[in-house]
T-cell receptor, first 116, second 114 residues
């Protein structure tokens, strides 16, 4: 099973709302990633968790708050977002963050977020 | 730093035509190379990969060969179908800054018409 699942599929939220995105994988992967993808662009890395610890934060604004409750789950908490944060948010996982560069990343279907 | 350059799209083909999407890379060290495909409204799917020079990755009729001498990883398919319409991303993974970083090209949109 090489599936990464994400919920919800679509999300519309106002600028004062608080919402969360969820991601789950059962491949035993120890690295999990959040990416942001704008239309007609490649994904941009936001955060990386390695062995449930935050390892990389690509200077993401604090209105995005990641959480890794266990080795299978990854959340992205959203608060006071701006309209320019509207995008496709992708979760991915890989066997490990360090070591063998041949480890591929498996992506979920994404959450389409619209901020009004 | 490491980078990936893909041919600009969109690429428009008729069904059963041959496809080549060019991809070149710049990297220090020995990267692994990947092609990902993104169908409309979906996430990215790994299409194929190659981890060392002269390796050929293949899947679903697509193939690409890791060419170290020309730093290229061109995607090819002999006969495209309408269902191949998607955006294709070339990517490299290299150990940089203490971790395996995946670097994407800009993506190439493919449209196949009946």
């Amino acid at each position: 099973d090489t599936e990464v699942t994400q919920t919800p599929k679509h999300l519309v939220m106002g600028m004062t709302n608080k919402k969360s995105l969820k991601c789950e994988q059962h491949m035993g992967h120890r690295a999990m990633y959040w990416y942001k993808q704008k239309a007609k662009k490649p994904p941009e890395l936001m955060f990386v968790y390695s062995y449930e610890k935050l390892s990389i934060n690509e200077s993401v604004p604090s209105r995005f708050s990641p959480e890794c409750p266990n080795s299978s789950l990854l959340n992205l908490h959203l608060h006071a977002l701006q309209p320019e944060d509207s995008a496709l948010y992708l979760c991915a996982s890989s066997q490990a963050l360090r070591g063998d560069a041949s480890y591929e990343q498996y992506f979920g279907p994404g959450t389409r977020l619209t901020v009004t | 730093g490491d980078s990936v350059t893909q041919m600009e799209g969109p690429v428009t083909l008729s069904e059963e035509a041959c496809l080549t999407i060019n991809c070149t890379y710049t990297a220090t060290g020995y990267p692994s190379l990947f092609w990902y495909v993104q169908y409309p409204g979906e996430g990215l799917q790994l299409l194929l990969k190659a981890t060392k020079a002269d390796d050929k990755g293949s899947n679903k009729g697509f193939e690409a060969t890791y060419r170290k001498e020309t730093t290229s990883f061109h995607l090819e398919k002999g006969s495209v179908q309408v269902s191949d319409s998607a955006v294709y991303f070339c990517a490299l993974s290299s150990f940089s800054g203490g971790y395996n970083k995946l670097i994407f090209g800009a993506g190439t949109r493919l449209a196949v018409h009946p």
